[in-house]
């Protein structure tokens, strides 16, 4: 079971994806936007963060930038409706911590599963390794 934090504006999007992590046993703060995500994770010990990119008020990348200065050990996944090489860019060159970037529209159970693929990878392999490896199969896609 992982302490995952789960920022997304998109109430239904947030609450289907928190609803599917849970029925896997793990536990998941829900934000709204990037400002709360940032004052939860600087209260409760998070495993894995996973950020929409566009979110009002403090975006999943501002947030991803204050996350790399004040938890940069803590991995973070991008979760965006944006698949764009630009957008793809701008989310990995927010700190080091930043594993991976997922494209919507997928299903719960693919998040399920890249969730936990993640939080093990990272665990045994390392920040690093995992976001190289990642960084260079959405680059490959997205220019295929």
Partial sequence: MANILYAEDDRDC???????????????????????AVQILREEPIDLVILDARMPMTTGYDAARIIAKESPNTPVIFLSARGMHREINMAFECGPMVVDYLVKPL??????????????????????????????????????
Avoid at 17 to 36: C, P, S, T, W, Y
Avoid at 116 to 125: F, G, H, S, T
């Fill in 14 to 36: 947030r609450e289907l994806f928190a609803f599917a992590l849970r029925q896997q046993d793990h536990k998941v703060h829900e934000a709204i936007n990037g400002a709360q």
């Fill in 107 to 144: 299903s719960p159970q693919q998040l399920v599963d890249q969730v936990e693929y993640l939080i093990k990878a990272c665990e045994i392999r390392g920040l690093t390794p995992v976001r190289e490896e990642n960084m260079a199969r959405e680059l490959v896609t997205v220019e295929s």
